[in-house]
């Protein structure tokens, strides 16, 4: 069964340093995996994706995310902190297992952001 | 990509009553989903909806709790019926674009949400 795990729940950085947001995942199938944002009181955002193309995915707002599959690993980062990258993050593997490709999210990381 | 539009954005409801979440995709897509996202937690996935089959549920989702109705390609309606404080979540549908049927490498897109709370 496919699942993922974000190492982090919360992840504070200072503006203008590199934003790190870990996550591992596990599948028994060659995974899809995405990260989304979740802003206060929006839905959600793709920022990238990964389908077993390019293993360094680059996405939306400068972030991108690196696929390893020998460490199971799908991280996300960026060089340089923004104030309004403040924001939840959800790491994110589809279930190749099911027929529907159903989507499992992470428990999510708290970015935050100090000036 | 896919926008989704959900409707009421946010709802204050009362113990033993039912609400009916809608959501509306300006293209024809195959695949909905709707989630539940308790207060400070992750996603959970309530079902799939398909347009022309009966919904499919997760573990501890039950149709008589949270029927879904799927009529058109464009269009899915979520009640929450018998509400109790318990169900006070945010509860999002989402699409995979297209009418290309399964592929599990797609994304979704998501409304914006509906926040629910029930006193």
């Known amino acids: 069964a496919q699942s993922v795990t974000q190492l982090d729940s919360h992840v504070s950085v200072s503006e203008g340093t590199p934003v790190l947001l870990r996550c591992n995942y596990s599948s028994s199938y060659s995974p899809s995996l995405f990260w989304y944002v979740q802003h206060p009181n929006k839905g959600l955002q793709l920022l990238l994706k990964y389908t077993s193309a390019a293993t360094l995915v680059k996405g939306i707002n400068g972030f991108e995310a690196e696929f390893k599959k020998s460490e199971t690993s799908f991280h996300l980062t960026k060089p340089s902190a923004h104030m309004s990258d403040a924001a939840e993050y959800f790491c994110?593997?589809?279930?190749?297992?099911?027929?529907?490709?159903?989507?499992?999210f992470g428990q999510g990381t708290t970015l935050q952001v100090k000036p | 990509s896919a926008v989704i539009s959900q409707k009421p954005s946010r709802d204050i409801c009362q113990r033993g009553t039912s609400l009916t979440i809608q959501c509306q995709v300006d293209?024809?897509?195959?695949?909905m989903f709707w989630y539940r996202q308790q207060p400070g937690q992750s996603l959970t996935l309530i079902a799939t909806a398909n347009q022309g089959s009966e919904a499919t549920y997760e573990s501890g989702f039950v149709i008589d709790k949270f029927p879904i109705s799927r009529p058109n390609l464009t269009f899915s309606t979520l009640t929450v019926s018998n509400m109790s404080p318990e169900d006070s979540s945010i509860y999002l549908c989402?699409?995979?674009?297209?009418?290309?049927?399964?592929?599990?490498?797609?994304?979704?897109?998501f409304g914006p949400g509906t926040r629910l709370t029930v006193l």
């Open positions: 989402s699409a995979r674009p297209g009418l290309a049927g399964v592929r599990s490498g797609h994304e979704q897109f």
């Open positions: 994110v593997v589809s279930d190749g297992s099911s027929n529907t490709g159903k989507l499992i």
């Open positions: 293209s024809q897509v195959t695949m």
